[in-house]
């Protein structure tokens, strides 16, 4: 990667206060996560959304396996986060998903969405976007007909992006 | 301007086929946590429901809240044992509802 | 000294200068982000289109012309170009027909235009037609129907290669898209070089810099949540860089866009793109 600069042509702009722009960028930073995001102070927990999903899911038990939660490790952008969520399920009229339900437990609210499923969907897998505040866990519980109730999570790492505008 | 749903479904399938249907409305889905150039808070207003019936029956139905990004995408699968029409509804948070149906041929 | 003011420059913006002849011993995230496949279609010689610089999540969006986002628009354009607007009672299919005969019209802008002295982009030709020929009012450069009509008209060259005309009139234009290219502005006292030539492939905080091409404009940021007009995103380049903007369709702005896509040229347009 060796471009040339095509000093000859640079004219030197507005001379620069070092120290003034240093402290204007601290401010700067702030003003840009102010964007169309506006990451607000994130209220909900790990806590609160162990409590919706019990709330959601009717119990306080969760088995593992069957779910697959697909998440990126790092978000491109906290704005747009795909993920999708399959359970490993035959779908029939005795066995089937009844419900998904996706949290997250670091947003400013952990419910995000809940899907429900009936034999006739075929197969239990969805996929969307989300928007991430800052890098927490996704968490995804998916409850059976019978009552049976799964859950998975995975952690995304959202950061702050250098180059808004 | 009206929201105009992007719908696919395949056109044809086999009976008993497990097909892939993908829904995208635009949509700003405004979570109600910005502020606006007067400091006032934007109120919250979104798609926060979704369904989609075969032949009248459900196959699938989804509850949204703010965290979902805007512009809503959604893949989900049917499965499909005779021809008809999918209809798909989008409800938002004023109860206003925007329609749209897609038909399928199965043999 | 120059290399000390972009040190500096980086310093504050958290940038990692590559050093000449720093072999990096360890995969950056750029390089990880290099290694798909799909990336030969989008690099040209050392030109390389914004896809190479996003994550995999986001180039499989930006493949499937029903997952991209940005197609909400292009069906708007696609509604606006068969509706009767305006007092002469015209549609632009009334005198364009279909939509497949804008093909390399994208290529065509921004283009010179005598009675002003100054270049046009396609935005300024559009509203030229919507006020003189069909008798409709104009629209404003990030209204969504003027989005989605340039989106529409500019991804009917999709998979063409970039190119502009600078010969005749057009000739000191560019050139004076060059120099603002390069000129030093802002309280940070940088150009679009400093970044886009020489940094490109490097991290602004948890932004991998591209070169900053532009053969994917109009295009769906999701720091956007929507899609935006290259104008736009020089307007955000120069607030990051703490330098005053100038107007979308300004004579600055246009002639930076003549330059930035004779800089593009090769590289195959991909309008409406998918990006960060």
Not at chain 1, 86 to 97: A, C, H, I, L, Q
Not at chain 1, 111 to 119: C, D, I, L, Q, R
Not at chain 3, 141 to 167: C, F, H, Y
């Amino acid at each position: 990667m060796s471009k040339v600069l095509e000093t000859s042509e640079l004219k030197k702009g507005a001379s620069v206060d070092r120290r003034g722009a240093l402290r204007l960028l601290g401010l700067g930073a702030v003003a840009a996560t102010a964007g169309a995001l506006a990451p607000m102070r994130a209220s909900a927990t790990p806590e609160s959304a162990g409590l919706l999903m019990d709330k959601l899911s009717g119990s306080k038990s969760y088995k593992s396996g069957k779910v697959t939660l697909k998440t990126p490790a790092i978000a491109e952008n906290g704005a747009t986060v795909p993920v999708s969520v399959s359970v490993d399920s035959p779908m029939t009229d005795g066995n089937y998903v009844k419900s998904i339900h996706l949290a997250a437990d670091q947003n400013p609210r952990p419910e995000v969405a809940s899907f429900h499923f009936t034999p006739a969907s075929g197969k239990a897998k969805v996929s969307t976007r989300l928007r991430l505040s800052k890098s927490q866990n996704i968490i995804a519980v998916a409850v059976m007909n019978d009552g049976s109730v799964y859950k998975a999570s995975k952690l995304v790492k959202v950061t702050i992006g250098g180059c808004g505008g | 301007m009206a929201k105009k749903p992007r719908v696919k479904v395949p056109s044809s399938a086999k009976k008993g086929d497990v097909i892939e249907i993908k829904t995208l409305i635009p949509h700003k889905m405004e979570t109600g946590q910005r502020k606006g150039k007067d400091g006032k808070p934007i109120p919250r207003f979104i798609i926060n429901k979704v369904e989609v019936t075969f032949n009248g029956k459900s196959v699938v139905t989804a509850d949204l809240h703010p965290a979902i990004a805007a512009n809503p995408y959604f893949s989900f699968h049917a499965r499909v044992t005779e021809s008809g029409t999918f209809n798909f509804t989008w409800t938002d948070d004023k109860g206003g509802k925007v329609t749209t149906s897609k038909k399928i041929n199965v043999s | 000294m120059k290399y000390r003011i972009l040190a500096s420059c980086a310093a504050l913006l958290g940038l990692a200068v590559a050093t000449m002849g720093s072999a990096l011993a360890q995969d950056t995230e750029a390089d990880r982000r290099a290694k798909d496949p799909r990336n030969k279609n989008y690099i040209v010689g050392e030109k390389k289109s914004g896809y190479v610089f996003m994550t995999a999540l986001t180039r499989d969006m930006q493949d499937d012309d029903f997952a991209n986002p940005a197609f909400t628009v292009v069906d708007v354009g696609q509604e606006q170009w068969n509706k009767v607007n305006g007092k002469a009672g015209k549609s632009c299919a009334s005198c364009h027909n279909d939509i497949a005969s804008m093909k390399g019209v994208a290529n065509k802008y921004p283009q010179y235009d005598s009675s002003q002295d100054r270049m046009i982009s396609l935005q300024h030709l559009i509203n030229r037609h919507l006020e003189k020929d069909m008798g409709a009012k104009p629209w404003k450069w990030e209204s969504t129907q003027m989005l989605g009509m340039v989106a529409l008209i500019k991804s009917q060259s999709r998979g063409m290669p970039v190119n502009v005309r600078l010969d005749g009139p057009a000739k000191k234009f560019f050139e004076k898209g060059r120099e603002f290219y390069n000129q030093r502005r802002g309280q940070m006292d940088m150009s679009c070089a400093h970044c886009h030539d020489n940094n490109y492939g490097n991290m602004a905080r948890s932004n991998v810099l591209s070169q900053g091409q532009m053969n994917g404009f109009p295009t769906y940021r999701f720091k956007w949540q929507g899609v935006g007009s290259l104008h736009r995103r020089f307007i955000g380049c120069n607030k990051n860089i703490r330098a005053t903007p100038y107007k979308r369709g300004s004579e600055e702005y246009t002639n930076l866009e003549l330059y930035m896509q004779w800089r593009s040229s090769g590289l195959k347009w991909e309008s409406p793109s998918v990006r960060n």
